[in-house]
């Protein structure tokens, strides 16, 4: 059974996100031996769990209270509220702060030889992405009407598959855009990692513990600057 006294934290198993996150726990001064491939990894020398899951989990964990605290990318963070709004909820969370890794922009981009001249090329269009309800948002406010293509991978590959006309995914070199002959034609998102906590009550103990870890953290983003 786990100790609901330690706080628990999530951050993504392996990914971009993963090493960083780690890395920024070990400057905090939070011992974890994360080499077992298990789910859970216990602090040595504070009263912290670390959860380690696939990050698109990360915001749910946090909006239903099952953790207290998880870094996630903000795009993944706000596809889940704008989804969960979708369906009516309410979710809550608190943002404690943005980091300083997993930056990245979600753009839209079109095969080199299609004709951009701002969203309203894209009415009607077919759009494959792995981010509906930001692409939704983004084009609603511009008065486009579209259609999507949820793809929860491989969305670079979709126009030249003839899938759709246009694509919505996470660009940070370009190099992938470029390898599948699409041009980027406009960012509807801006993104980096953050570290968020849940809504509710919290012990004095845990809260301490949280005011220690960002303290700390404050030291080490600021000595990074
Ligand atoms: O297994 P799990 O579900 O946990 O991981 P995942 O595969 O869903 O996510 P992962 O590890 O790829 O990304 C985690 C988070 O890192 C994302 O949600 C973003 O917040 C952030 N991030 C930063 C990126 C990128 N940069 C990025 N470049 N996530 C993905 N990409 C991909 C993008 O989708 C595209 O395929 O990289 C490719 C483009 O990169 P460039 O450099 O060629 O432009
Ligand atoms: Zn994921």
Same mark, same amino acid.
Do not use: W
């Given at each position: 059974?786990?100790d609901r006294?330690r706080?628990?934290?999530?951050?993504?198993?392996s990914?971009? +996100?993963?090493?960083?996150?780690r890395?920024l726990?070990a400057r905090?001064g939070? &011992?974890?031996? /994360?080499? $077992? !491939?298990?789910?859970?990894?216990?602090?040595?020398?504070?009263?912290?769990?670390?959860?380690?899951?696939?990050?698109?989990?990360?915001?749910?964990l946090?909006?239903?209270?099952v953790?207290?605290?998880?870094?996630i990318?903000?795009?993944?963070?706000?596809?889940?509220?704008?989804s969960?709004?979708a369906q009516?909820?309410?979710?809550?969370?608190?943002?404690l702060r943005?980091?300083?890794?997993?930056g990245?922009?979600l753009?839209?981009?079109m095969?080199?030889d299609?004709?951009?001249?701002?969203?309203?090329? +894209?009415?009607?269009?077919?759009?494959?992405?792995?981010?509906?309800?930001?692409l &939704?948002?983004? /084009?609603? $406010? !511009?008065?486009?009407?579209?259609?999507?293509?949820?793809?929860?991978?491989s969305?670079?590959?979709?126009?030249?598959?003839g899938?759709s006309d246009?694509?919505?995914?996470?660009v940070?070199?370009?190099?992938?855009?470029?390898?599948n002959?699409l041009?980027?034609v406009?960012?509807?998102?801006?993104?980096k990692?953050?570290?968020?906590?849940?809504?509710?009550?919290m012990?004095?103990?845990?809260?301490?513990?949280?005011?220690?870890m960002?303290?700390?953290?404050?030291?080490?983003?600021?000595a990074?600057e």
């Amino acid at each position: 059974m786990l100790d609901r006294t330690r706080l628990r934290i999530a951050m993504q198993k392996s990914g971009r +996100l993963s090493d960083e996150s780690r890395e920024l726990f070990a400057r905090c001064g939070i &011992k974890i031996n /994360l080499q $077992e !491939q298990r789910l859970i990894a216990f602090a040595e020398n504070m009263p912290i769990d670390i959860l380690r899951v696939r990050d698109d989990d990360i915001p749910g964990l946090v909006m239903d209270g099952v953790v207290d605290l998880g870094i996630i990318g903000e795009n993944v963070l706000e596809e889940e509220l704008l989804s969960r709004r979708a369906q009516g909820e309410d979710p809550r969370y608190i943002t404690l702060r943005r980091l300083d890794f997993g930056g990245c922009r979600l753009s839209i981009a079109m095969p080199l030889d299609a004709e951009y001249q701002g969203p309203q090329s +894209l009415q009607n269009s077919r759009i494959a992405t792995s981010y509906p309800h930001l692409l &939704k948002r983004y /084009l609603d $406010e !511009q008065k486009v009407r579209f259609k999507s293509c949820l793809l929860n991978g491989s969305v670079e590959v979709a126009p030249r598959a003839g899938l759709s006309d246009a694509i919505c995914d996470l660009v940070s070199t370009g190099a992938t855009l470029e390898a599948n002959g699409l041009r980027e034609v406009d960012v509807i998102y801006r993104s980096k990692a953050t570290l968020i906590q849940r809504d509710g009550e919290m012990s004095d103990e845990k809260q301490q513990l949280i005011n220690k870890m960002l303290t700390r953290m404050q030291g080490v983003i600021q000595a990074r600057e």
